[in-house]
Each structure stands twice: as C-alpha cells, then as structure tokens.
C-alpha cells in the first residue's frame, strides 16, 4: 500500500460506506421495550381517551379499525419507531367497555 500521508487506517470508498450504514442502522433507537413499559404502565381500568393521551410519539396505533369481540374491543399497534425486533412480534391494546384491561403480544 503507498504511504499517501493519510492516517494509520485506510479504508476503502466501499468500505467506508459500509461502516457507516452500519452504525447508522444501530444507532437508530428501537422503541420496542419502551413500547412494552407503557403498555405495562397504563393502569387497568384506564379509559380509552386517557390512553390515548399517553400514547408516546414513537407509536402508532390504528384507532380506526378496532377488532370487536362481544364487549371486547381490541387496537393493533401498526407501527413502533426504529422497531427491528427479529421476532416479528405484533401487539394490540385490549379494552372492554372503553376502560383499558390490557394488551397482547403474538409471534
């Protein structure tokens, strides 16, 4: 390798690029433990407008389409900001009546 007056290390163009991908990908903050701390926060029993006032910003949920069920009613999380979980693991909120009684999580 020529010595052209650059430091100790020198990477490839390629190379480069390629570590900086990397730490872009990692440094991106997964919210999904966050995501499971609220869910374990909210206190059963919680209405469902007061839920949705907590909702953190790093979340989506669709309040649109609930799944019905009896008095059961039930709100998919669609979305967790920087979520990469290898599980692929989905969660809904669970409310009867409008009151909170709280959330699942499937494979």
């Known amino acids: 390798m ?3 007056g650059n430091p100790i290390f020198h990477f490839s163009h390629g190379w480069t690029v ?3 991908l990397f730490i872009s990908f990692w440094s991106c903050k997964n919210h999904q433990n966050e995501t499971i701390d609220w869910l374990n926060q909210i206190p059963r029993g919680m209405i ?6 907590t909702q953190p910003s790093y ?5 649109q389409r609930p799944a019905i069920k ?3 009613t039930t ?4 979305y967790i900001q920087g979520n990469y979980d290898a ?3 989905s969660y809904s909120l669970i409310f009867e ?3 909170y009684v709280g959330y699942s999580a499937i494979k």
Not at 48 to 53: A, H
Not at 59 to 63: C, L, P
Not at 75 to 78: F, G, P, R
Request: glycine letters at 10%.
């Open 70 to 72: 009896g008095n059961e």
């Open 75 to 78: 709100y998919d999380i669609t």
């Open 87 to 89: 599980l692929g693991m």
């Open 97 to 99: 009546s409008d009151q």
């Open 18 to 20: 390629g570590l900086i």
């Open 48 to 53: 469902i407008d007061e839920v949705k006032r």
């Open 59 to 63: 979340v989506t949920i669709d309040w």
């Open 2 to 4: 020529k010595n052209t």
